[in-house]
C-alpha cells in the first residue's frame, strides 16, 4: 500500500489543480522513483533529483551534503521521502533547494518517526522560513500533545485505505484498481 494516493488527493485539495510551479525531489537517488511517481501524478509538475552524501563513522552515519539536480529556482519544491527519522537528510535537501532559489518548501513522508533532535530541527527550521510544511501519514504514532506543539506538521489518514483494502480482500476483488486515477 502506497501513501501517496491519500497524499496526492490531500496535496490536490490543498494546493489546487494548478501545479505549474511545483518540483517534486528526493533527498537521494534511492527515493528518485518516489518523486517521479508524484511527478506524473501530477501533471504540470517539475522533477529534481536529490544527491546525498554520507560519512559513516564506528557510532554513526551523518548526512554531508544533499544536491538537488534540476530546476527549482522560483519553484514550490515538495520532498517525497519514505521516512523521516532524525530529518537530518530532509533539511540538507531543503537547504539545497533554498540555495538553487526555491521558493516554499514541502516535505510528505509516508513515516514520521522523529527520532532524536528531530523536532527541534524540523521546529527550528519551520521558524526560520527553511520548510513551510511536513506531512506525514498516521502511520506511526504521535500523541495529541506532539501534533498540537508541532505547527510545521500536517498528519494525514491513511485508515480510509487501509479499510478499501481490506473490504477489496475480504470480498476477493482484486486491490489495483484502488491506485487507479
Known amino acids: 500500500m502506497y501513501a501517496s494516493y491519500v497524499f496526492l488527493d490531500r496535496f490536490k485539495g490543498f494546493y489546487g489543480t494548478d501545479f505549474g510551479d511545483f518540483v517534486f525531489t528526493s533527498t537521494d537517488a534511492g527515493g528518485g522513483e518516489r518523486a517521479k511517481h508524484y511527478h506524473k501524478k501530477v501533471i504540470g509538475s517539475g522533477l529534481a533529483f536529490g544527491n546525498k552524501v554520507k560519512s559513516y563513522t564506528e557510532d554513526k552515519k551523518e548526512v554531508e ?23 537530518g537528510s530532509i533539511l540538507k535537501a531543503a537547504e539545497a533547494a533554498k540555495n538553487k532559489g526555491a521558493n516554499n518548501i514541502t516535505v510528505a513522508a509516508a513515516h514520521g518517526i522523529f ?49 478499501r483494502v481490506i473490504q477489496k480482500i475480504h470480498h476477493g476483488e482484486g486491490v489495483s484498481e484502488i491506485y487507479r486515477g
Open 65 to 87: 551534503s544533499v544536491d538537488i539536480v534540476g530546476n527549482v529556482d522560483g519553484k514550490n519544491v515538495m520532498i517525497i521521502e519514505d521516512m523521516i527519522d532524525t530529518g
Open 115 to 163: 527520532s532524536g533532535d528531530a523536532e527541534e530541527k524540523l521546529t527550528g527550521a519551520y521558524n526560520s522560513r527553511l520548510i513551510d510544511k511536513v506531512w506525514c501519514s498516521d502511520s506511526v504514532f504521535h500523541c495529541k500533545d506532539f501534533l498540537q506543539r508541532n505547527k510545521w506538521l500536517e498528519e494525514i489518514s491513511v485508515a480510509g485505505l487501509f479499510a
